[in-house]
């Protein structure tokens, strides 16, 4: 820990001389510190009913830095994540490794490949390498999972090219455990916390992607090829898994568009097909459809309804019809109680989500959300007796309230309710499970600019 912000402090102060060597040069200093006050009565899955209640209080502190100057950007962040009293108050050297704590969330580099003047025409050319985040779109299959107080990022190379309103990305990522001196093995199993969506519990060996994007007179349109490859693996007598070398690579690929429909509707959709193979080599044939519309009565309400599908499995299938929405943000779309393509997994039966979303502007500092969704299997659920049961899985109402003191300052509190049916007992395998299920949550987030 102690290195890491050494190494932080000296790259802030390099940055310091640069600026004196270039008068044009920009440097931008900032932070953010989030804590969340959580109750938690059945979020991610249902509670048994002799289960109790959890409450904690968890924190991010991040502290970034920026520079600009002649045909280069530079960033780095770094963040502490932890959960109040993980530590014990007088020691500072029992900290359990997987539990998150101090990391580098991102560090990276932008070189222009164009002049000034070429620039400035509304041209771009750069590569950027190091650790970033992707958002792409609505973050739906792209995203920093900003929620979650350690986030998401990635190791990796893109080149930009941006011409007025034409947008081109491609992306190329090759991750290793370690240095090593012969072989390149990867084990994707990540300590701490599961990656991918799904609890799929096993991070790409390599990927790579493109992106095409066009702004319109009152939208967007777009256009996503993703490849994600896993390493290859067997197993032995005992089933331990024993990597190989290769991999199983799966492909995502499918349009996104928004634009608005007279004075008052805001239309999205997106539709995306998966084929290869997913992370255990079983062929893929799955698929993803969403449509979104929302009605702008005026300035202080919104209401309007939407739609998500994605594919599932049925028991016995040859071929994986389970649609992964790859690195997104799925609390952002399938619930704030995160039931589903979370780290809670839910089987493989897909997904269909109706649903209602509200926004309320009371007054010029608030926002109130209010969220009503119906979620049901997308493929047929049995149990062990191989019995047809019911494919809805529930109900749940969102309430989040967000009040912005300042700027920099800003409280958002929530409150989200899911009545859970017997068969989603069944998929997330809860036995004897509670009628109902809450939380509830305060966020406190103040992102302070000290220099700029």
């Known amino acids: 820990m102690k290195r890491t912000l050494f190494l932080f402090i000296a790259g802030l102060s390099a940055c310091g001389l640069l600026i004196c060597a270039n008068a044009n040069a920009q440097f931008t200093l900032s932070g953010q510190f989030r804590t969340r006050t959580e109750l938690l009565h ?23 830095a920026g520079y600009t100057g002649y045909r280069m950007q530079f960033f780095t962040a770094v963040q502490d994540v932890r959960v109040w009293g993980q530590d014990a108050s007088t020691n500072n050297r029992i900290t359990n490794q997987a539990a998150n704590g101090l990391m580098l969330h991102e560090a990276w580099a932008q070189i222009s490949l164009l002049d000034t003047g070429q620039a400035n025409a509304g041209k771009m050319l750069a590569i950027k390498i190091g650790r970033q985040e992707l958002l792409y779109d609505d973050s739906r299959l792209l995203g920093n999972l900003d929620w979650l107080q350690q986030a998401r990022r990635h190791d990796a190379v893109l080149l930009k090219y941006e011409n007025k309103n034409w947008t081109a990305h491609i992306g190329v990522a090759y991750n290793q455990n370690r240095e090593v001196k012969s072989g390149t093995l990867y084990d994707g199993v990540p300590v701490g916390y599961p990656a991918g969506t799904n609890a799929i519990g096993t991070m790409y060996k390599s990927m790579q992607f493109v992106y095409f994007g066009k702004k319109t007179k009152n939208g967007k349109a ?9 390493q290859k ?49 079983l062929s893929l044939d799955a698929w993803l ?28 299938s040859a ?42 502007k009371p007054a010029p500092k608030w926002l109130i959300q209010a969220d009503l969704h119906q979620f049901s299997s997308a493929a047929p659920i049995r149990n062990a007796e191989n019995q047809k049961l019911s494919a809805n899985f529930g109900s749940e109402l969102d309430v989040i309230a967000t009040y912005s003191l300042t700027n920099a300052i800003s409280f958002q509190a929530g409150y989200c309710t899911f009545l859970p049916s017997s068969s989603l007992a069944v998929v997330k395998n809860i036995p004897n499970p509670q009628n109902m299920a809450n939380w509830a949550y305060l966020m406190i987030n103040i992102k302070p600019e000290f220099i700029k």
Do not use: C
């Not at 509670?47 to 209080?57: H, I, V």
């Open 42 to 64: 059945g979020q991610g899955s249902p509670l048994s009913k002799n289960d109790k209640a959890a409450f904690f209080t968890s924190q991010r502190t991040r502290l970034n």
């Open 289 to 316: 459809y969403s449509v979104r519309g929302l009605y702008n009565a005026n300035s202080r309400f919104a209401v309007g309804p939407g739609f998500d599908y994605t594919s599932g499995s049925q028991a016995g």
């Open 222 to 230: 777009s256009f996503l090829i993703f490849k994600d490859d896993f």
């Open 319 to 360: 071929k994986n019809h389970t649609f992964d929405p790859l690195y997104g943000t799925p609390h952002k779309f399938w619930g704030q109680m995160d039931y589903f393509y979370a780290a809670n997994g839910f089987g493989r039966g897909g997904l269909k989500d109706f649903y209602i979303n509200t926004l309320i």
């Open 233 to 281: 693996y067997s197993k032995d007598s005992t089933g331990k898994k024993e990597l190989r070398n290769g991999t199983w690579n799966r492909i995502t690929i499918g349009p996104y568009f928004e634009t608005k429909l007279g004075k008052y509707w805001n239309l999205t959709a997106s539709a995306h097909y998966q084929t290869g193979k997913d992370k255990d080599g």
